[in-house]
């Protein structure tokens, strides 16, 4: 954030940050850092950080985890916005999400979605970027009178060429337009709505007493912008920039954005597994994906590619497999640091051999994109600031994307799919529905059980044998008769059954705990959590993560089973 507010002072146009609000996105997931309320309290006394940016932890907020809760409380305190991300929340969890302080939703699919958020008092940012497009299922709410005045544009993430060939709220505007809306409306929500939002108040509009902030356009159907007055200065004409000083950032500030792998050089070892993993769909046009089923290796013929997720920032060696479809790659691996929103190594091939070659380039390079075929890169776009950026010129940086847009497609990567903002998004765990992250974080902490009767499941999450804080045990058992199972020593408390589950304990053991037939149940060793030191007290909140979600697996598979014993007494 120090470096972006740096290179980004004195420009010939604003540029205003919202701070992130989940780094990393999931408890589940592995970033560069771990900020909490304190660390982005530290910068909404900046002048130009606006707010909290999308709070994507909608579970964390809507169950009270505190530290979710604290970073709004935080941006509140500051009379800062909060803008949201709830892809498809409904009902009292939505109604929730928004009464904890989320005051807008770009994430809106369709209609039914966007009404729902709106009824609640939700402003609604109407995304048309290269990867996910809205505007053409929510032109409604532009056309219409009563809702107009709580929208406004948003593209998310949008590819160079993009902006080069179509721009950026400009091509939204005559897109509306296009669509039927009304161009004074479409300008409203384009500028005066954003502003208004943001608490830019002397913005979004030409009046007295407002900035002068405008551009001069040729007419109010293609929106082609003639000139740009920044506080009254003439900075834009006949498609040429006016000189202004380059910003200045500081040498430590400098070298650390551009040092960010740390990572070992990678073989094709790394990249082997026979066990049967999670096949991701992906859905043209869509960053949203479905659960296609399990795969144990690849098939280029049915569309079945290996793909991994390589954690690059803290020298874990941790590497997430699974395997993709609908993405159409037939030879060679295409690699990106560009996977929202750890910005890991996101990695698709169709052998072990390039995957392993695609990654280490990706890290050669500092980061960036990469296509590659038997051990040769076909084309690159280095991205040397954070994995993220580049200080080359944007019609240069369009050309090497569009270079290696067309060695991805040429390796069969489908037409209607951008091969790198799309896939950029497969790592987002909170996009439904499957997503794949370095894993390790699960799987080094999920244990199974041994010595269980037949048909029994169970899992014992924990870290080292001195962690206590890692002490939590899922058990499921299919049969129609009841099980014992042996517990590790300590007093246990069952938290959970398939018939109670609540906040309070609901009984302690040891030794050894009886599971009903049909049934289940979630223990956590009885150790008081305020004793334990904070570095333990940290991994609480990523195991109670992992125990919701195997206890939710669990939960299914037991309403599932009751549905068919109560089906056959029924027959």
């Not at 910005?343 to 392993?356: F, P, Q, S």
Request: proline share 5%; glycine share 8%; hydrophobic share 40%.
């Amino acid at each position: 954030s120090d470096y972006m507010l740096c290179a980004t002072e004195g420009l010939p146009l604003d540029v205003r940050f919202m701070i992130p609000s989940c780094v990393p996105a999931s408890p589940l997931d592995e970033s560069g850092a771990n900020l909490d309320y304190r660390d982005v309290d530290s910068f909404f006394d900046h002048p130009r950080v606006l707010g909290l940016a999308e709070m994507m932890n909608f579970p964390g907020i809507i169950s009270g985890d505190s530290g979710a809760v604290s970073k709004i409380v935080a941006s509140q305190a500051h009379h800062k916005k909060i803008d949201g991300h709830a892809p498809g929340l409904k009902d009292k969890e939505l109604n929730a999400y928004i009464s904890a302080g989320v005051y807008s939703d770009h994430e809106c699919a369709d209609m039914d979605d966007a009404m729902a958020k709106l009824r609640l008092g939700q402003f609604i940012m109407i995304r048309e970027g290269t990867a996910a497009k809205n505007l053409e299922a929510l032109i409604d709410l532009v056309k219409s009178p009563k809702y107009f005045d709580r929208c406004m544009f948003c593209t998310d993430d949008k590819h160079p060429s993009d902006l080069l060939e179509k721009g950026h709220i400009d091509y939204i505007c005559r897109e509306a337009v296009r669509r039927g809306a009304d161009p004074i409306q479409t300008v409203q929500v384009a500028c005066l709505h954003a502003a208004r939002y943001f608490l830019l108040n002397n913005r979004g509009a030409i009046a007295p007493g407002y900035l002068a902030d405008f551009a001069i356009v040729e007419d109010l159907k293609d929106f082609h912008v003639l000139t740009v007055y920044k506080k009254g200065k003439l900075v834009y004409e006949n498609g040429k920039v006016a000189d202004f000083p380059a910003p200045v950032i500081p040498e430590h500030l400098d070298k650390k954005a551009h040092n960010t792998f740390n990572l070992p050089v990678l073989t094709a070892a790394d990249f082997a597994e026979k066990r049967a993993k999670g096949v991701i769909g992906m859905i043209p046009g869509q960053i949203i994906t479905e659960d296609r089923g399990y795969a144990d290796c690849v098939d280029v013929g049915k569309d079945i590619l290996k793909m991994a997720v390589i954690e690059r920032h803290h020298f874990t060696r941790h590497i997430g497999i699974g395997y993709l479809s609908g993405y159409g790659l037939k030879a060679g691996a295409v690699a990106t640091s560009v996977a929202h929103d750890s910005h890991n190594i996101i990695c698709v091939g169709c052998n072990d051999e390039d995957m392993a070659f695609a990654a280490n380039r990706i890290t050669q390079n500092r980061g960036g994109i990469v296509v590659v075929r038997d051990g040769q890169v076909l084309a690159e776009l280095p991205l040397e600031i954070a994995g993220l950026m580049t200080a080359k010129p944007l019609t240069e940086v369009n050309d090497l994307l569009e270079n290696a847009k067309a060695a991805a497609h040429s390796l069969g990567v489908s037409e209607g799919i951008d091969p790198f903002m799309t896939l950029s998004f497969m790592s987002l765990p909170v996009i439904p529905t499957l997503r794949l992250t370095t894993g390790e974080a699960v799987r080094e902490q999920v244990h199974a059980i041994g010595g269980l009767d037949p048909n029994v499941v169970g899992f014992h999450l924990r870290g080292s044998a001195d962690d206590p804080a890692a002490a939590i045990i899922v058990l499921y058992n299919p049969n129609r008769t009841p099980t014992t199972v042996q517990l590790p020593g300590g007093r246990w408390n069952i938290c959970i059954t398939d018939q109670t589950a609540g906040t309070e304990t609901l009984l302690s053991v040891e030794g050894g705990v009886s599971v009903a037939p049909i049934g289940a149940c979630v223990l956590t060793l009885v150790p008081v959590t305020a004793a334990l030191p904070e570095s333990e007290q940290k991994k609480l909140p990523l195991l109670l993560g992992v125990t919701a979600a195997v206890t939710a697996a669990v939960g299914g598979a037991v309403a599932l089973l009751n549905h068919k014993r109560r089906k056959e007494k029924d027959d």
